[in-house]
C-alpha cells in the first residue's frame, strides 16, 4: 500500500484532501500537523497527528499543504528527511518556480493546482449543492493542472493519479510545465483575474455611492456579467452590440495601461512567485 504523509494536514487544504483519498481505500496516510488548532481537527475527524519524523520514514508520498510563505522553511526542514525515492507533491508552482525547495537526485518533485469549477460547467450539476460548489471543495466536477518539476514519467503518473483523486471530481487533468503554471497562477489568475474582479466590485460600489439602489445595483452587476463573459469566452453565439463595443474600446484605453501584460514577463512571473514565498530573502 502506497503511504502518503500530509503536511499541514489540520489546514483549509489539507482536510480537503484528506477525505477523497481516504475514500479511496488505496492509501496508508500520515497525518502531520504542527499547529494546536489542527491537530484538534485531525484528532476530532478520528484520526492520529504523528512526529514529523516518524512520518517521514519509509513515505513514498509527502503533499505539501502548508502555506506559499511557510513552504522555503518547512522544505528546508523536510527535504533533508527523506528516503530516497520518496516523491514530494506542491499544491501551488510558487515554492518551485521561486526555487525555494533544494533539489535533490535522488527525489522527484511534481506540482498540481486545480483549476476550480468553470463558470458555465456549474450550470450542468444536477445537485443543488455542487452547482455553488464554487471553490472545487469535491462536489462540482473541475480539471487540474500537473507538472513535472524533476522526476520520472513514472512516477509522475503515480502522483498525478493521487492528484486526481484527492481533486475529485476531475473532469482532465492538463500535463504542462512549471514555468507555465506560474504563469496561470498567480499571474493570469491572482493578479489580472482578480484585479479585474476587484475593480468590478469597486465599480459597484461608485454607482451605489452616487445613488443607484444597492439591490438594483448588484443584479445588474451580475446580470451583466455573467452575459459578459459568455459572450466575450464565445459560449454563445451572439455578438456585443455596437454600443457596447465602443464603450470596451474606450475603457481599454482608459482602464488599462497599454503595457499591462508585462505581468506575464518573466522577471515579473519570478518578482510575485518570490513574494508570495517569502519576497527577496
Known sequence: MTVITILGAGGK?????????????????????????????IREAGHTVMELDDALKGTDVVIFTTPDALVRQISDEVVPKLDPGTK??????????????????????????PTHPPVFSLLGETDPAARRDYWGGGLATQALVFAIAWGTEEEADL??????????????????????????????????????????????????????????AKDFCMGHLQISIALLFEELNWKLSDGALMALKHAQGSLFRDDWDAIFKPENVLASVKQITGGDK
Open 13 to 41: 487544504m489539507g482536510n480537503r484532501v484528506t477525505q477523497p483519498l481516504l475514500d479511496t481505500k488505496k492509501y496508508e496516510l500520515r497525518f502531520v500537523e504542527k499547529s494546536e488548532a489542527g491537530q484538534a481537527r
Open 88 to 113: 514530494i507533491l506542491f499544491l501551488d508552482p510558487a515554492a518551485i518556480a521561486a526555487d525555494r525547495v533544494k533539489h535533490r537526485a535522488d527525489i522527484s518533485c511534481f506540482v498540481c493546482h
Open 159 to 216: 502522483v498525478e493519479t493521487i492528484a486526481t483523486e484527492m481533486f475529485a471530481p476531475i473532469s482532465a487533468s492538463h500535463r504542462i510545465t512549471v514555468q507555465q503554471m506560474a504563469l496561470l497562477e498567480p499571474a493570469l489568475s491572482e493578479t489580472l483575474i482578480n484585479g479585474c474582479v476587484e475593480v468590478i466590485t469597486q465599480g459597484l460600489q461608485k454607482v451605489i455611492d452616487l445613488g443607484v439602489p444597492e439591490a438594483a
